[in-house]
């Protein structure tokens, strides 16, 4: 038989009561599989089940402090890994966060530069976390590189959507965004020569991961225009990236990417979250369009900038008409 075979194959005896074994043998017949296959794959969803529903205590370990609380937005000065937002268990409608992509760029409080393997591991811990907050239905909107050409290429897309869909979320597709910016990702390998040529994408994934179910259950106001839902499930997204010394971090993303993203995948009202709360845009953009937000930040100096740039944006524009929260503070 060519299934399972190889040095990363165990075998084990196991004994089946005799109703079992029939319908087994019953099933491989409808199913056109191996006993081994059939055997294999409820035995992964049973585990992948209980990897699911598994909830470590130090996910939810850590006192979390309030940094800001105005208009239906919330700001946390914690890891987020660790903070306890237990009372918000099941009640996120939608993530959007662009994790640090570990390319040593100098966060502050963050260690970006892991070796890969560390990078995925603390990948899958915080996409646990964040499966564990979002309700049944809810969204998660994850920015990452394509991949990762800085002391060796890694393919960072393909290894995070498989770590996601581990965890538990369901995978819905994939937005490219061209962010027209294609100078610093400039590599060539062997020049004008099939030695070792480097082929790079100057481009950006927003990947779209679901808990549970794709379709929303529940009845809600959509804020989005027809024009704007026409050229948004347009897979390819094109606008220009946020300048670094304009916002004051080093990995800023434009208004534009959560707005998008809030208008397109969520109702008005809806609890937004980013883990990686960074410069806020997150919330800046969930505040404009008529949505809760919770951010989580480490960095005291962005926790900062954060406040200062939600204030200025609060103060400038007129309130959006948010229902009240009904979440705890």
């Not at 009561?17 to 099933?27: D, T, V």
């Not at 979002?134 to 498989?162: F, H, S, T």
Request: aromatic letters at 12%; hydrophobic letters at 35%; charged letters at 30%.
């Amino acid at each position: 038989m060519e299934y399972l075979k190889g040095p990363s194959v165990r075998e084990l005896k196991i004994r089946l009561r005799q109703e079992i074994y029939e319908k087994l043998k019953e099933l491989k017949i409808y199913e056109d599989k191996s006993l081994n296959k059939i055997v294999n794959d409820l035995l992964e969803e049973v585990l992948r089940k209980e990897y699911k529903e598994r909830e470590p205590k130090y996910l939810f370990s850590e006192k979390p402090i309030l940094a800001f609380n105005k208009s239906d937005i919330w700001v946390y000065h914690n890891n987020f890994i660790t903070i306890d937002l237990s009372e918000y268990k099941g009640a996120v409608d939608l993530i959007i966060t662009s994790p640090p992509y570990n390319l040593a760029v100098e966060y502050g409080k963050h260690k970006d530069d892991m070796s890969y393997e560390e990078y995925l591991e603390f990948s899958e811990l915080w996409l646990k976390k964040a499966f564990f907050l979002l309700k049944e239905g809810g969204r998660l909107c994850l920015n990452i590189p394509l991949d990762k050409n800085k002391n060796g290429l890694k393919p960072v897309y393909a290894d995070i959507v498989r770590i996601a869909r581990d965890v538990g979320f369901g995978y819905q597709s994939t937005i490219v965004w061209n962010e027209q910016n294609i100078s610093r990702r400039t590599a060539w390998g062997s020049w004008l020569s099939a030695s070792a040529p480097y082929v790079i994408a100057p481009v950006e994934m927003i990947v779209l991961l679901y808990k549970g179910h794709w379709k929303k259950k529940e009845k809600g106001e959509s804020t989005i225009t027809k024009e704007e839902f026409i050229e948004w499930t347009n897979g390819v997204w094109t606008f220009p990236g946020e300048s670094k010394k304009r916002i004051g971090h080093p990995a800023p993303f434009p208004v534009e990417l959560p707005r998008r993203c809030i208008r397109l995948f969520s109702y008005k009202g809806d609890i937004v979250l980013d883990p990686f709360l960074g410069s806020g845009t997150t919330l800046i953009a969930a505040w404009m369009e008529g949505r809760k937000g919770i951010g989580v930040e480490i960095d005291r100096n962005y926790i900062d900038l954060t406040k200062k740039r939600l204030s200025e944006e609060m103060d400038a524009t007129e309130l959006p008409l948010v229902q009240s929260s009904k979440i705890k503070t």
